[in-house]
């Protein structure tokens, strides 16, 4: 197509300039145009005086920009970032800015970079920037559009500058910075740059603060009925087993009892031996839950599916988070991964923020999923595509009575698309009201 062959100039226009000296206000603008104007009508200056207003406009530019360089602001910059952020969902990070000269620092704007990575080819052709279809044909076929979102999306963030109040000599402001990831996995930070006017405001000078750091963005996540209930429960197999395989020892304390021959001795209640006179024993009570397993397909080629089926996975994981469940994690990356929960829970999250497609067949994970059998109360499994090695997988777990719910995501509800009972089919666009529904 015609816009591919405009992806090299656009890759090449998306590379990272040079960290610039200055920037042209608004009023600066208006200046230069009423330079080059006078420069135009002023030619002869035997006809008009004109001549003598570009003169003093030129004389302003050059002052302007000499004076940025006379007294550029002596200030440091420390960027506080949270520990995670979420993919769509707004959050705020600190930035604080130190006066270490000797004179107050007035009109200063603070802006963060990040790293500009441009979208690869593949990318550029298969990802749709939403709400392209509604672009007129002349848009549609150069694409650029659809460069600048994914530009956007890859850069990570969208950050805006914010303004620094008045700083006294050797005070320090901290500013508050709100930013909207545009995706998940990690976001790198570049620099922060200062903003600071000339004496007639035409110029801002740059002061760049080289501060590199990485912000983790998980997963979006869908709202899940509460009525959801997933296959299998805690007493019905072998998997219901006692959270020690997970969270280590984490019986219950019931009560206290006299000992009893052939009692452990690290079950003693020795303040409680000690005023009694004999032995008494920490009587527990074993917990159990049903541990269940989600089978997440990473290896297609539809990166649209692909990001939704990540964020299906993620709100599964998130939702079946209790007391008394816990759910595993298998995927294909460059190999099986099988994941277990972590106590923060966020082990599997991280996980998934940091997931590409994988090369590997999806045969791959049927073997895994069958030696899960012991171990688990039911599968979970989130398809991006319904062929004859997805259809096998399922016929091997409910061959060997395993319970299975499947979620299939799907690009259109209008997909004539066969699927067993307990399944639910997702169409992107409506996936929350399906979830939401069930």
């Known amino acids: 197509m015609f816009r591919d062959r405009l992806y090299p100039a656009y890759a090449r226009f998306a590379r990272p300039q040079a960290h610039q000296k200055r920037h042209t206000t608004d009023r600066g603008r208006m200046v230069q145009t009423g330079l080059i104007i006078s420069a135009a009508l002023g030619i002869d200056t035997n006809l008009n005086l004109i001549y003598q207003l570009f003169a003093l406009l ?12 006379l007294h550029p602001p002596n200030v440091s910059i420390t960027r506080h970032l949270p520990r995670f952020a979420t993919d769509g969902k707004a959050f705020e990070y600190t930035l604080k800015v130190t ?39 002349y848009d549609r076929t150069i694409g650029f559009h659809r460069f600048m979102w994914l530009l956007r999306r890859k850069t990570g963030i ?11 000599l050797k005070s320090t402001a901290q500013i508050t910075i709100t930013a ?14 200062v903003h600071y006017p000339d004496p007639f405001g035409l110029y801002l000078g740059l002061q760049h603060f080289k501060h590199t750091q990485q912000l983790l963005v998980l997963p979006r996540r869908y709202s899940i009925s509460a009525h959801l209930e997933l296959p299998g429960c805690p007493d019905a ?8 395989l997970a969270t280590g020892d984490s019986d219950e304390f019931v009560s206290l009892r006299d000992y009893r021959e052939g009692d452990p001795l690290r079950r003693v209640h020795w303040p409680s031996s000690a005023k009694r006179g004999k032995p008494v024993i920490k009587e527990f009570q074993r917990e159990h839950f049903a541990r269940h397993t989600l089978v997440l397909d990473s290896a ?30 298998l995927m294909l990356t460059h190999h099986v991964q099988h994941l277990q929960p972590d106590h923060t829970g966020t082990s599997q999250l991280k996980a998934l923020a940091l997931l590409n497609a994988s090369t590997l067949p999806f045969d791959a994970l049927n073997d895994a999923c069958l030696r899960l059998q012991n171990d688990t109360s039911g599968c979970v499994l989130v398809l991006g595509a319904w062929d004859k090695a997805r259809q096998s997988l399922l016929a ?14 799907c690009r259109t509800a209008d997909e004539t698309i066969e699927l067993p009972a307990h399944s639910y089919q997702l169409p992107i666009g409506q996936i929350q009201d399906v979830l939401g529904g069930l």
């Open 58 to 69: 030129l004389c302003l530019l050059i002052v302007s920009r000499l004076a940025l360089r």
């Open 158 to 168: 969208t950050l805006q500058a914010a303004v620094v109040p008045d700083l006294g």
């Open 300 to 329: 297609f080629d539809d990166a649209t599916i692909f990001e939704e089926v990540i964020c299906v996975a993620a709100s599964l994981l998130m939702k079946m988070r209790s007391n008394d469940r816990t759910m595993d994690l």
């Open 237 to 244: 197999r072998a998997g219901a087993s006692s959270a020690s």
């Open 99 to 137: 006066n270490l000269g000797q004179r107050v620092e007035t009109d200063l704007q603070v802006v963060d970079t990040l790293v500009i990575k441009a979208p690869s080819r593949d990318e550029f052709q298969q990802l749709v920037e939403p709400g392209e279809e509604t672009r007129n044909a």
């Open 180 to 193: 909207t990831p545009l995706r998940r996995g990690l976001v790198h930070f570049d620099a922060s740059s």
């Open 396 to 409: 091997s777990l409910q061959a060997r009575q395993m319970p299975v719910i499947v979620f299939l995501i």
